[in-house]
């Protein structure tokens, strides 16, 4: 076998990824005064001035991933699990306009009322599995397809990425139940 010559290690091209996790600053997040989401807005204006100057560099634009929560506990805070893509129109159209690309990310947590605080659940493989498959669905009916990209947080147990690997087939026959959650979103607020 011949050695490959040093610098090839330095002129080739080596993929990367930059990918954005969209949350909320903060885990414990109060209803009644619902956080503000400055760090996700901050990181727009970042990655526009990251992207202009990669741009200069490279003489290549780069695409960067987004990765919203939209799981039970922002649905449950915010009034609607797409919260972060229906508030800020302009910087999804920003974005988009970049050639971005937008997927799903997720926290397990919900509300443990014994406690009087929000917990990430990893003891409840059924609440996993919904959590999951609420979060995939809320973004699937906002983008009006299934998202092929996600992101889990903290909580990387095995049931919540056998949910994440449903089918496109599996989401369509799914999208009937999440409508019917979908109503219920505005006037609910407890979850399953
Ligand atoms: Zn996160």
């Not at 634009?61 to 987004?66: D, K, L, N």
């Not at 050639?99 to 406690?115: K, M, N, Q, T």
């Not at 917990?119 to 983008?143: I, K, M, N, S, Y």
């Amino acid at each position: 076998m011949r050695a490959l010559p040093m610098k090839s290690t330095t002129s080739s091209t080596i993929p990367a990824f930059l990918s954005v996790d969209v949350e909320p600053d903060g885990f414990q997040l109060d209803r009644r005064d619902p956080p503000g989401w400055g760090g996700y807005v901050a990181m727009v204006d970042y990655v526009t001035r990251l992207r202009e100057d990669l741009a200069g560099w490279t003489g290549r634009t780069p695409r960067f991933g987004w990765y919203v929560r939209t799981d039970p506990q922002i649905a449950e805070v915010h009034g609607r699990p797409d919260h972060a893509l229906v508030a800020f129109p302009e910087r999804v159209d920003r974005l988009r306009a970049a050639g971005d690309y937008f997927g799903v990310h997720s926290h397990l947590i919900r509300w443990a009322p014994e406690r009087g605080e929000w917990v990430h659940e990893f003891a409840d493989d059924q609440w996993q599995a919904h959590a999951t498959r609420f979060a995939l669905d809320a973004f699937g009916q906002w983008a009006g397809a299934p998202s092929r990209l996600f992101r889990s947080a903290v909580s990387s147990l095995p049931s919540a990425p056998r949910a994440s690997r449903r089918s496109p087939r599996k989401y369509a026959s799914n999208r009937r139940r999440s409508a019917s959650s979908a109503r219920r979103w505005p006037a609910t607020r407890s979850w399953p």
